[in-house]
Each structure stands twice: as C-alpha cells, then as structure tokens.
C-alpha cells in the first residue's frame, strides 16, 4: 500500500521555535507539496518541489522553508514559529505532471503558544 | 493565476435526496480532481478527470467534467449520512505542477 507518511500526527510549540515538519513517500514521486489549511481557506500551497535540491514558492511561503536532500523526504522548516502559523499541515506528493492527482498524508496539527 | 471555485460551501440535505455540487475555475485546464475529507482527517482521492466529458461513477456519486465551460460536477444520488464530509476539487494549471483547490463544501447528511 502505497503510503506518505508524516512525522507527527499533532505537535504543540511555543512562539519563537524552529519548527520541522517531516515527510515521507515510498512511492518514487518526483513532486512533492506542503499546504496548510485553514477553516474558511482551503487548502494553500507553502512549497512544493519537483526535484532533489529544488524547491518552489506556493502561494504563502512567507515564514517557511523547505529541504529536500533525497527523493522521498520533503521538509518543511517554521524557523520562527508564530501563533499565526497554527495550522493543519499536509503534505503529498504526485508523479510528473500529477496526472493521477496527489496522494496525501495523514497531516500534522501544529499548534503555536 | 488559475482560481476554483465550489458551491455550495456548505449543504445539508437529507436522505434519499439527489444534489449537485459545482466546481467552476477559471483558465485553460484538462484535468480535475475530487477529493474527500472527513472531519479531523486527510484527503482521500474520489475521482480523476482527464479529458472533456470524463465521467466517473463510485456507489452514490458521479463526477463529469466540461473543459469548455470550465465546470465540474459531484451528484449525488439518493444521499446516506456516510456521505457527510467535505468535498473538494482541484485543477491542475496546464503550466505547472501544483493543484489548486476550491475551499471544499462542506456536506451534512441527516435522517
């Protein structure tokens, strides 16, 4: 069963903390993707990545950053988490060009004291 | 900037209806996505959409696509409470590699 996996299920940290965000596919995926979402928001794009070493800026990435040293792994970094980034975070990841869509983690609720 | 759009965003119906829910965007795209969610869990991939007219049926729901009118369609038949959760779609650009999502519509089904 094909899977991602993200670290942590739910995750409280205090104002000021570098957060890691952690995420895993065994499927061979090139791409992978960090959204956040929020009630009334939807879903929207942090960071996405179409390689090792590269990465791309979604639509919000201010306050975010990512690394991805091997195919499977995509992290996203809070290097100084604030109270506006509680959040649920999901992470997925897709083929070239996503034409089967995405596949999904589980998600991690973060939530910033 | 490719936009999508859902409504309702928000729906209770009851069971034994038959409703539709809308997913228009706004630029040039040849594939759609929907999505599921149930409360305090992940997306779950329903249907993929790949051509002008697709049309994909699992149980109580059908999607269908029209790339010329830039729409996308969820009935559904005859509603079960299972069915409650939220629905999204999402378009990919014919540019890029990410998905853009509607904000999701929010079904409740009740006796």
């Known amino acids: 069963d094909v899977k991602v996996t993200q670290s942590s299920r739910y995750l409280v940290k205090r104002t000021g903390e570098k957060v890691f965000l952690e995420c895993v596919q065994d499927?061979?995926?090139?791409?992978m993707f960090w959204y956040r979402q929020d009630p009334g928001l939807g879903l929207r794009l942090i960071y996405f990545s179409y390689d090792v070493k590269m990465k791309e800026k979604g639509d919000i990435p201010e306050g975010y950053s990512v690394s991805r040293e091997k195919k499977e792994r995509f992290s996203l970094i809070l290097e100084s988490a604030s109270t506006n980034q509680t959040s649920m975070y999901l992470c997925a990841s897709s083929s070239p060009h996503a034409r089967a869509g995405y596949t999904f983690g589980s998600g991690t609720r973060l939530t910033v004291v | 900037e490719l936009k999508v759009e859902q409504n309702p965003l928000f729906l209770s119906m009851q069971e034994g209806k038959n409703y539709t829910i809308y997913c228009n965007y706004s630029?040039?795209?040849?594939?759609l996505y929907w999505y599921r969610q149930d409360p305090g869990k992940s997306l779950e991939s329903l249907f993929v959409?790949?051509?002008?007219?697709a049309v994909k049926q699992e149980g109580r729901l059908m999607a269908s696509l029209d790339t010329k009118a830039r729409l996308s369609t969820l009935h559904i038949t005859a509603a079960v409470h299972d069915l409650s959760a939220t629905y999204f779609c999402a378009v990919g650009s014919n540019s890029g590699y990410a998905l853009n999502f509607g904000k999701g519509t929010s079904l409740l089904v009740t006796p």
């Open positions: 630029t040039t795209s040849d594939r």
């Open positions: 499927m061979d995926h090139e791409n």
């Open positions: 959409l790949l051509s002008n007219g």
